[in-house]
């Protein structure tokens, strides 16, 4: 599957009533099945960052379903993705993180190169000598590519070039500059919930309505761009609309005052804007209640995010007022996401919990741009067997984590019909459309 160079939306794909069958794609574990051979082997996904495997020797394991993929730095610095399992009695040869001269079996002892190549096998006398040659032993791999940080893998030996799977969504994510940021932080958890389920709720505002009621004090909701690129999606707030609230909640002036602790409050905590940021803004909000009526909270903010960048050394003359308050947030097909910030940018990532389809394992990567020359920070990674172990998850994804296991336990009910997708659906809906032709062969 590929990605057209077109956006397409259609406002007239409303549901003309419960969509059949798809209720069950979160609870169904023959459905699980599916993914498990006709959607994962097929797709191309992240399996980790590049600052988890910098030096030759370092590897990575990534995991999807039931299979483990080792992602290594060979000696001479390219990288390889092989298939994480010992040709003998196919043993797990790795786990986790690490950094290595070779891969042995913690079993029977043969061993590999650092590019798939066999090193050694223990008494060859004993075996069938064709059996045994280099030739037959090399560890099978997948593909392998990096794009903006992120190391992606496809199973598939026939699959097109990353480039081309990514399409458009490559060069308008890489406008905010994501292919310059480090990652800092990877924080990992389990939801309980379809993983589908899960990345459902960051295609859509839909539900800030019900889900984030605090965020229509800064968000003006209504207007919502969204649009589809192939099998990959886009929404975006209206330019303008942050920094504005929401005409749901019938107010008739805006308190500044409010407005701004509301968006600091919300934002800080999401790790979207940096700590300078907020820093500033929160020793302005006294200044920000005498400004003039014709002056948006929303410009005085974007002006305070370029000061502070030009303090730092970096660049945000490229950017508008839109760009540097909320970007484009995209999702890549199958299951990442990247809310864009210019000068951060966040990105989640959705997985089923091994076989367990009705548990995802979200991983947020919080990424940041530094100025050139600086000293960046190493990559520190948390995990927590529950989410609520931590609290720096902040409201917006603390309230999100608390509604999805509730989600999941509705979409069982006997009495749920299906998805009624309208408009703002409309990423949702091109999401599953996806899913099924990759199902469908």
């Known amino acids: ?15 003309r009533g419960p969509e059949a069958g798809i209720a069950e794609r979160y609870t169904s574990p023959e459905f699980a099945r599916l993914e498990n051979e006709r959607l994962w082997p097929k797709v191309w996904q992240v399996a980790c960052r590049v600052e988890e495997v910098v030096e030759p020797g370092d590897f990575c394991e ?9 992602v290594v730095r060979t000696r001479t610095g390219a990288l390889k993705a092989l298939f994480n399992a010992c040709q003998h009695r196919g043993m797990r040869l790795k786990e986790g993180r690490g950094s290595c001269a070779e891969i042995r079996c913690p079993s029977h002892a043969w061993a590999w190169h650092l590019d798939g190549s066999l090193k050694e096998v223990i008494d060859p006398q004993g075996f069938d000598q064709a059996a045994v040659a280099p030739d037959s032993l090399r560890l099978p791999e997948c593909k392998v590519e990096e794009w903006a940080g992120f190391v992606f893998i496809n199973m598939d030996p026939e699959a097109v070039p990353l480039a081309e799977y990514l399409g458009e969504v490559g060069t308008r994510v890489e406008r905010n500059g994501i292919q310059n940021m480090a990652c800092t932080r990877v924080r990992s958890t389990i939801i309980k919930a379809n993983w589908k389920l899960c990345h459902e709720a960051f ?19 209504t207007g919502m761009i969204y649009e589809q690129y192939g099998d990959h999606g886009m929404h975006r707030i209206k330019p303008g609309n942050m ?25 800080a905590e999401a790790d979207l804007f940096n700590e300078a940021d907020v820093a500033m803004a929160n020793t302005l ?5 005498e400004l003039p009526e014709d002056v948006t909270v929303g410009s005085f903010f974007a002006g305070l995010r370029r000061q502070q960048a030009d303090a730092e050394g970096i660049d945000l003359s490229a950017f508008s007022d839109a760009d540097l308050l909320a970007g484009e947030l995209w999702n890549l097909f199958p299951n990442l996401t990247i809310p864009c910030n210019a000068g951060n940018a966040l990105s989640f990532r959705f997985r089923p919990n091994g076989l367990n389809h009705e548990e995802c394992i979200f991983d947020a990567y919080y990424l940041k741009l530094f100025p050139a020359g600086a000293d960046i920070p190493g990559m520190e990674q948390e995990f927590y067997q ?4 931590t609290k720096a998850w902040g409201t917006i994804l603390t309230q999100d984590f608390t509604n999805l296991p509730k989600w999941q336990a509705g979409v069982h009910s006997r009495g749920y019909r299906g998805p009624v997708w309208g408009f703002p659906d409309g990423n949702v809906s091109n999401f599953h459309r996806a899913i099924s032709d990759y199902l469908a062969k």
Do not use: C, N
Not at 8 to 13: E, F, G, L, S
Not at 62 to 70: C, K, M, P
């Open 203 to 221: 295609i859509e505002t839909y539900h800030a309505i019900g889900t984030h009621p605090q965020a229509l004090r800064y968000l003006d909701d």
């Open 386 to 389: 529950e989410w609520h172990e």
């Open 243 to 267: 920094g504005t609230p929401s005409p749901r909640l019938g107010m008739d002036g805006t308190d500044r005052r409010d407005l701004l602790e509301a968006l600091m409050g919300d934002l």
């Open 285 to 289: 909000i006294e200044t920000v209640l």
């Open 62 to 70: 990534y995991t999807i379903a039931d299979q483990s993929i080792l």
């Open 1 to 15: 599957m590929t990605s057209t160079a077109e956006p397409k939306t259609d406002p007239h794909r409303f549901s």
